[in-house]
Each structure stands twice: as C-alpha cells, then as structure tokens.
C-alpha cells in the first residue's frame, strides 16, 4: 500500500515541482517584493517594509497614463467584440451552405502571431513619405485630411488598438457563442414558431436565455482578457509603449520590470498586484451580476 | 375561395421575406469574411511587390504586376529570420513535449493511482488555475537571472512548460475510460506504466492531440516571456524576431521585406491549422482560452 502511495506521488512529482517552484512560489514571493521598500536588484538589499511601492505606482503619471488607456480599452473592445460576435454567431446558425467555409475563416486571427499581423495593421494605417497607406487612401475619398494612426493624435492610436484587438478577439468569441447556439434544441423553435412567435421574440425568450451562461462567460474573461492587453499594443506602437502614451497596465510591469526604464521588480509587483485586485474586483461584480441574469 | 388566395400570398410575402433576410445575413457574414482575410491578403501582395514598385505606389495599388520573391530572399538573408524560425521550432518542441509527459504522468496519477490527500491535492492543483501569468512572471524572471539562466533555452522552455488546464483536461479524459480495461492489465501482470503508455494514451489520443496542438500555437506565439529572458537576438523566437526586424529591421522603408518576413512566420501555423482545424477548434471552445 506504501508502495503504491509513493508510486503516486512519483508520478505527480514533475507536475507538482514545476507548479512549486514556478507558480506558487512566485506568487508568495510577488507579495513580498511590492512591501519590500528600496530593493536593489543587484545587491539584493531592502531598506524597509511598508507601503511605499504602492504608493510610488499610485502616484506615477506613467501609471496612471496606463490605467486610463487600459479602461477606455475595455470599455470600447469588450462590449463591441461581444455584440458584433452574437451577431455573427446568429448569422451562421440560420445559414447551411458555406457555413463551414465562414466559421474557418473567422477564426484564422486566432491562430496568428499577433506581433507579426500587427505590423500588417500598422502598414494599413500609417503614412509614410512614400505613401498615405490604405486608410489614408480611403479617408481622402470622403476628402478627409491625412491623419498618422500609428505616431499621431491619441485618439486616431486608440483607435486602431482597440480595432486590432477586436480583430484579434472575435475568432475565441465567435467559436464559444456559435456552439453555445448549437446546442439549443431544436424543438423549442419548432415550438415557439407553432405558437406564432416572431423571430425577435424566439431570440428574446429561447434563444438568449439558453445562451446566457456562455455569452456571461464571454463578458467575464472578455473583461479579464482586456484588462491584461499588452501584446496587441507593442505590435502595433513598439515596446517603448510609455513614450508613445499607449502604455497598459501590464505594459507598465514589464516595463519597470525590464527594457530601458526597468530593474524596479518591487514597483513592478506592487503594479501587478493592484492589477490584479482590479481584475479581481471587475470580475466579481460581473459574477453578481450574471447570477441575477443568467438562467441555468 | 377567397380565404385561399390571401393565404397564398401571405406564404409569397413570407417567402420574399425569408429571402431578403438570407441576402441581408449572407452580406453580413461575408462583410466580416473580407475584413478578416483583407489583412492576410493585403501582406502577401506587399511581400511580392518589389522594393521599388511599393514606394512608388502613393495611391496602394490592389495588385501587382510584376510579383517577386526577391522580398523572401532578403528577409532571410538581410536578417537572421532562419536563426529565429531554428529557436522557435527547438522551444516549441522541447516545451510541447515536456509539457505532455508532465502533463500525462500527473493526469495519469490523478485518475488512475489511489493515494492519501488525492482529493485536496487535485483541488489545491485546479485552485492555482486562477493565478495571473502577470503575477508570476516577476518572480522567475528574477529566479531566472539569479541562476544565470538569461540567454539560455532552458530559461526560455522551463517556465512554460506548466499548464493547470490541460493536467484536469486529460485527467476527465483518462477518467472516461472503464476501469475493467485496468483490471484486466493488472490480472495480465501488466504495470502501470505499461498500462499507461499502451491502453490509456492511445485511448485519448484524440484529446492528446488537441492538447500538443494548443501548446505548439502557444509556444509558436509566446511573446513576453521570451522576451524578458533573452535580449541576445541568437536566442529571439520569431515573435521577438520580427520586433526586432521592426525596430531596426532592413530600415524602416523596407516594408515589402517586412512584410515577407510576416508572411513567413504567419505560414506555418495557418498550415497546421488548416490540417487540424477540427482538433483545433474543439479544443479552443473546450480549453476556453483566449489566445
């Protein structure tokens, strides 16, 4: 029996010290650091214990600059990528032919390295000496004026972030709600159309409710995937996210972390943390709300 | 009589209705079709315009006349882009299979062995599937400079070969199989770990293959990480590789090289995932992970 106890553990010992030593102990050790005040990173010494980390992150403007664009990230790309994808999803189930040729193309973005596409998007958007670039070509069309997306206004930035996103977020959302929608009966249809009910009406009291639980689960990690964008944003604008003003939060912890304004891990922490308690927070209040909503 | 004729062209109204709707859900859906591949489409006719066609282009052009593939020779002459492809690929296969046996061997024990604290340890295991990679990547960059791991592939592969999800994946797997099929290895004289590597793995192949699939895309795309623990371009995966190319690349004007060397890392998996595309995409809305 001891025998058989220690071959278990055997077989679990790679997984476990793996786990051990690069998940859990790191997490202890995140909380350690952001109290550790004054930490140098090359004689390994602290000069105290306290808050201050925090409140260094609290008050820098960089930081700050990278809550805000990381908010008005969410709250453009969460709810457009989640209507445009139900929208979609409710197209290709009401079609048969070239449904499959559609559902395999959507979900290409998927299975792209979002560093190279990026670059794609960048083309697209920014004028050079040589050319205005795509959009530039369209936009005069309607006899706008140049506008330089990728080194220009911050709005016109944020704009092609949050389409990039977007772009890059539909394949995961659209895949979700198109099985969610699959796997309503048939016979609720068949049902409400005996009973003369309008389309509208089938989505509002068939449809919508049964896909409830998956389109929360979209809004939830849609929120948790957003809040942690940074990728997107060094594909399109460079890794010196901080001077082009389109820093992320997590931008901001790589950034103390490592690159040319690092070697802060104990700011980079603390970032992390208060990160991670917005998340946490976002999360829950998204949890509180599904529970009223969503029918199981 | 009567009665007759306004059912019928009530039917008509619906069907016209019935049309106009399929052409509005058809142009719908093919609006996005165009907006998902213009991207794909539009950096493979800048890789095979030449140099001298793109610039002097003010207006883009849709096509091109003379295409080439000049562009792909200086992608991967001009810069190291074989070196990045050689990293990437050496990675991908050592955390991918890595990945698997680790994976395997603890599914394996969670389903299949009893053990004291099973239960807990497996709870304790799926609990640390909510923590950030955010929060931890702080700590084993640090780990991984302090053990002088920086520019090495094991300070690149170790960290990533952990992954909660797919343990408890193949674990309810392995799960679905009947325990008679053990009984019976086990009267056979068979050992566990025989009956492991001969019943249970070709049982699950299906869902093994999903899992390396899922982790060769991951690895392929891994960003971040490879990032804070190499800063020598003889270690950069293709991702660091092509932002590398991008800052100081063939200069900044060379964008039809750029763009080929874009194309090159986009191939491989939009390949793999033309050939798996079923495996693929089961295994997204299963793993539920955003990419």
């Known amino acids: 029996m001891l025998k058989q106890h220690l071959k278990a553990w055997l077989y679990l010992l790679p997984a476990l010290s793996f786990l051990a030593l690069f998940l859990v102990y790191p997490l202890f050790d995140v909380v350690i650091y952001s109290f550790e005040e004054g930490y140098n990173f090359v004689t390994q010494t602290k000069l105290g214990v306290g808050f201050y980390n925090y409140s260094y992150v609290l008050h820098d403007p960089y930081f700050i600059a990278a809550i805000k664009n990381t908010f008005i990230m969410v709250i453009i790309t969460v709810p457009i990528s989640t209507l445009i994808s139900l929208l979609i999803s409710l197209g290709l189930s009401s079609i048969k032919p070239l449904r499959k040729l559609f559902q395999t193309v959507y979900f290409l973005p998927y299975v792209t390295n979002t560093l190279a596409v990026g670059l794609v998007f960048m083309i697209l958007f920014k004028p050079t000496e040589y050319t205005d670039g795509l959009m530039n070509m369209i936009i005069h069309l309607f006899h706008g004026n140049t506008i330089d997306f990728i080194n220009g206004p911050y709005w016109a930035k944020m704009l092609v972030l949050c389409l990039y996103i977007i772009w890059i977020v539909m394949p995961f959302k659209i895949l979700i709600l198109t099985s969610a929608l699959a796997s309503v009966p048939e016979q609720f249809y068949d049902a409400a159309k005996i009973d003369g009910a309008s389309n509208f009406m089938i989505f509002r009291k068939i449809t919508l409710p049964l896909i409830s639980p998956s389109l929360f689960y979209l809004i939830i990690t849609g929120f948790i995937g957003a809040f942690k964008e940074y990728t997107n944003a060094v594909a399109l604008f460079g890794v010196n996210l901080n001077s082009e003003g389109m820093n992320t939060i997590v931008g901001y912890v790589y950034d103390m972390l490592y690159g040319d304004s690092g070697g802060y891990p104990s700011y980079a922490s603390a970032a992390a943390i208060i990160l991670f308690f917005i998340v946490l927070s976002i999360t829950l209040i998204n949890l509180s709300i599904s529970k009223k909503k969503v029918v199981y | 009589m009567k009665d007759e004729l306004i059912l019928k062209s009530n039917k008509k109204t619906s069907d016209n209705k019935k049309i106009v709707r399929k052409i509005i859900i058809y142009t719908f859906l093919s609006i996005w079709c165009l907006i998902v591949l213009f991207p794909f489409y539009w950096m493979i006719l800048s890789s095979i315009k030449s140099y001298s066609e793109y610039n002097a282009e003010f207006i883009p052009k849709f096509i091109s006349l003379e295409p080439t593939l000049e562009n792909y020779r200086t992608a991967f002459t001009l810069v190291p882009l074989s070196r990045y492809f050689l990293n990437t690929i ?51 960059y640090t780990t991984m400079v302090n053990l002088n791991l920086r520019n090495t592939f094991t300070g690149l592969i170790l960290p990533s070969v952990t992954s909660v999800f797919y343990i408890y994946l193949l674990k309810e797997n392995f799960e679905q199989i009947p325990d008679s099929l053990y009984y019976a290895a086990k009267v056979d004289g068979a050992s566990d770990f025989k009956y492991l590597t001969r019943i249970m793995i070709p049982i699950a192949r299906p869902t093994i293959v999903s899992i390396l699939i899922l982790k060769v895309i991951e690895c392929w795309n891994s960003y971040v990480w490879p990032r804070l623990v190499t800063d020598n371009p003889d270690y950069y995966l293709v991702s660091n590789g092509i932002q590398e190319i991008r800052q100081n690349g063939f200069g900044r004007e060379n964008i039809p090289a750029m763009m080929a060397a874009v194309v090159s890392i986009s191939i491989p998996l939009i390949i793999l995932f033309l050939i798996f595309r079923k495996q693929i995409m089961t295994g997204v809305s299963r793993s539920g992970t955003k990419g």
């Open chain 2, 90 to 140: 050496i990675f991908t296969v050592i955390t991918t299979s890595l990945m698997m046996i680790v994976t395997t061997l603890a599914a394996f024990a969670f389903s299949r062995l009893e053990f004291k604290g099973k239960r807990l340890v497996f709870t304790l295991v799926l609990a640390l599937m909510m923590i950030p990679t955010e929060l931890v990547v702080i700590t084993n």
